[in-house]
């Protein structure tokens, strides 16, 4: 169940300077300013590679701005932003979120998710008992793993895979997995 974009929101929004608005989501957030002439130095928080591209037009800080020029001298993406022409502009911008309309992401494949999509539901397991709810879905080299947050117990970790995630209904509201021996033990 691979989420291959937005990255994961839940680690993007710790210490947010503005609301996440539920109708947009977060590709990315400005760290800091580079050099003189109103570039910034952005964390990444997407998976799609043509979301920080020169020319793609993202909301930043709430206004809808152009990508006039992108390096990546250490890694990491350096952009420019239309109308962002000095340092002090782009010191105004430290800390603002980088985004898009939520009706600009592609449709996924069947049985494929964006990680918004799955945060916040209530995992249950096949014989109908609440587990609790799904708040992070963590990217690890062979599938990805859901941190499930149980109460009056300690938070469990389910693996996304097929034997586990029996099903997945985002209008209830709901995942519904089958659970491996000693699994929910803890």
């Keep these: 169940m691979p989420a291959p974009d937005p990255a994961p929101n839940f680690s993007s929004n710790k210490n947010e300077t503005e609301p996440q608005v539920r109708e947009r989501i977060t590709v990315g957030r400005i760290n800091a300013t580079w050099g003189l002439k109103g570039h910034v130095k952005v964390t990444a928080l997407t998976s799609n590679d043509t979301r920080l591209i020169q020319g793609a037009k993202l909301i ?3 206004e809808r ?12 993406p350096i952009i420019h932003f239309a109308g962002i022409n000095d340092r002090s502009a782009a010191e105004k911008l430290r800390g603002k979120l980088i985004q898009i309309e939520a009706d600009e992401l592609p449709e996924l494949p069947q049985g494929e998710y964006y990680v918004d999509d799955l945060c916040g539901l ?27 947050k149980r109460p009056n117990k300690k ?24 659970p491996l021996p000693g699994m929910l033990e803890n």
């Design 122 to 148: 209530s995992v249950l397991t096949t014989d109908g008992v609440t587990i609790g709810i799904l708040k992070e879905v963590l990217t690890t080299g062979a599938n990805d793993v859901y941190l499930i």
């Design 155 to 178: 938070d469990t970790l389910i693996p996304a895979i097929a034997d586990v995630i029996s099903a997945v209904d985002l209008e209830t509201g709901q995942m519904t997995i089958n």
């Design 60 to 62: 930043v800080a709430g």
């Design 65 to 76: 701005r152009e990508i006039m020029d992108v390096i990546t001298p250490q890694g990491y």
